[in-house]
C-alpha cells in the first residue's frame, strides 16, 4: 500500500504503521484516541485513471484511493454505485432545488456495505477469519452478508430492542446474532472486551479506522454525479459521526485534487433523542448518553467519531440540526409519496432535517441540495407502519368502492 502513509490520531497526532491490526491510539483511555487514514495523493493520482464520466459500477471504480493491497481479492457484492436521482415534487415542497442519493439500493440495504466491504477486504488481508461488530440492526445485516460472501465466521452483538426486520438479515445470511439485554452502547462495549479477548477482527466504524474509508466512497461518487453543478448543501444523518465525516472526505479529495471545482456545506441531522453530535457541534454540556429514538440506525448515546463529524461539519462551513421522531416519521412519509423513495426512519431523517433547516432559514429557498438516504424502509416495516398509517378494509363488494371514490363517469 505505497499510497498510503499511515494512521494519525485525530487527538495527539501520534501515527502508526497502516499495515497491523489496531483500532485507537493506545495512548488515549477507551477509545477517544480516533485514527485517520492518510494518503500519499502524488501516488493516488497517478493510480487513479477512471474517466468521471457518471457511469459508476459499483465504488470499486475509486479502489485507487481506497487503503487495500493491490493484490487482495475484495470481498464485494457490488456495492455503491447507487444513484443520484432529481426530486421535483418533494423539492417544489420544500422550495429547494432537490435530488436523492439512494444508498439503500446497496445488497443489504444500507450505505454500511460501503465500509463493510473495505474492513472485509483487510480481514482477508490480514488472514483473519472471524469477525464481529456491535450494531442496532444494519451494521450486523451487512457484516452478516459480507461475512457470507468472503467465508469469513460473523458473531454480532445487537441490543435487545433491535427490529426483528434487520434481524433477521444476519441470521438468513448464516451469523451468530447474540441479543444483549442492554442498550446499543452496552452491545457495543462488549463487541470491544470480545475483540481484545479473542482477536476478532471488528468491523465497529467508530473505531475500525478503515470503515470511514469505505463510506467516503459516497462522497466520490457524490462528486462525480453533480460535477457539473456541485449541490449548495449535502445532508446526512448522524449516528456514530462515520458516515457525515467520510462522505465529507470523498467529497473534499476530489476538490483539493482539482476533480471539481468546490465543495458544497454539510448539514448533519440527528433525532432529539440521541443528539450528542449537535450537542459538542453547538457547545452544549448537558448531554444525555441515553439514546432514544425511533430512528433506531442513528440511536447512539455515545458517538466514538465525533470529532471527525464535528471536523466536517465545521471545515465544510456546515450546520447541524436536531428533529423530532413525528418529524422523522413525517418525512418517511413524504419522501414515499411524493418521489417513490421507500426509507427507514434514519434514512427519512435528512429530509426532516432539511425541511426544518428550511423552516429555521438555515437552508435558503432555491439552495440546491442534496439529501443521502442511507437505508430502505424494509428494514424496518414497523415504524414504516406508523409513517405511512392504516389499511382500510372494506368488504369484497363493488359498493365499497364506490362509496369512497365515486362512481364512474
Known amino acids: 500500500m505505497d499510497h498510503v502513509d499511515s494512521l494519525v490520531c485525530t487527538l495527539c497526532g501520534a501515527e502508526y504503521d497502516p499495515d497491523q491490526v489496531i483500532y485507537t491510539c493506545p495512548n488515549h483511555p477507551g477509545v477517544k484516541g480516533i485514527l485517520e487514514v492518510t494518503y500519499d495523493y502524488d501516488r493516488v493520482l497517478d493510480r487513479f485513471d477512471e474517466p468521471l464520466d457518471g457511469a459508476i459500477g459499483s465504488q470499486w471504480k475509486y479502489r485507487a484511493f481506497l487503503p487495500v493491497d493491490d493484490d487482495v481479492e475484495p470481498v464485494t457484492l457490488g456495492e455503491g454505485g447507487t444513484p443520484l436521482l432529481e426530486a421535483p415534487r418533494l423539492g417544489a415542497e420544500l422550495d429547494v432545488d432537490l435530488r436523492v442519493k439512494d444508498d439503500g439500493r446497496n445488497p443489504t440495504g444500507v450505505l454500511k456495505d460501503r465500509a463493510t466491504a473495505i474492513s472485509l477486504t483487510k480481514a482477508r488481508e490480514f488472514g483473519l477469519d472471524v469477525v464481529t461488530c456491535a450494531s442496532t440492526g444494519n451494521a450486523a445485516a451487512s457484516l452478516a452478508g459480507f461475512s457470507a460472501r468472503g467465508g469469513f465466521d460473523c458473531r454480532l452483538f445487537v441490543p435487545g430492542d433491535a427490529p426483528e426486520g434487520k434481524l433477521a438479515q444476519p441470521l438468513v445470511y448464516g451469523a451468530d446474532v447474540l441479543g444483549v439485554r442492554g442498550s446499543y452502547d452496552e452491545a457495543y462495549d462488549l463487541s470491544m472486551a470480545v475483540t481484545e479477548r479473542f482477536g476478532w477482527y471488528n468491523r465497529n466504524a467508530a473505531v475500525n479506522p478503515f470503515q470511514v474509508e469505505g463510506k467516503r466512497t459516497v462522497g466520490h461518487e457524490l462528486a462525480e454525479q453533480t460535477r457539473e ?181
Request: charged fraction near 30%.
Open 229 to 409: 453543478e456541485i449541490p449548495d448543501w449535502v445532508v446526512f444523518s448522524m449516528g456514530d459521526g462515520c458516515t457525515i465525516a467520510g462522505g465529507w472526505k470523498g467529497f473534499r479529495e476530489f476538490a483539493d485534487l482539482d476533480l471539481v471545482e468546490e465543495t458544497p456545506r454539510m448539514l448533519g441531522v440527528q433525532a432529539e433523542g440521541a443528539s450528542a453530535i449537535h450537542d459538542a457541534f453547538h457547545d452544549h454540556d448537558d448531554a444525555d448518553e441515553v439514546a432514544d429514538t425511533v430512528a433506531d440506525s442513528i440511536s447512539v448515546g455515545r458517538p466514538r467519531n465525533a470529532v471527525k463529524a464535528c471536523s466536517a461539519l465545521e471545515e465544510s462551513g456546515g450546520e447541524s440540526i436536531l428533529v423530532s421522531d413525528e418529524e422523522v416519521l413525517a418525512a418517511e412519509s413524504l419522501l414515499g409519496r411524493t418521489e417513490g423513495i421507500y426509507a427507514e426512519p434514519a434514512g427519512a431523517a435528512p429530509v426532516a432535517g432539511l425541511r426544518k433547516a428550511r423552516e429555521a432559514g438555515i437552508v435558503e429557498a432555491g439552495d440546491s441540495v442534496v439529501v443521502v438516504v442511507t437505508g430502505t424502509g424494509l428494514k424496518d416495516t414497523r415504524s414504516a407502519m406508523r409513517a405511512g398509517g392504516e389499511v382500510t378494509a372494506i368488504d369484497p363488494a363493488i359498493d365499497d368502492v364506490v362509496e369512497r371514490y365515486g362512481d364512474a363517469d
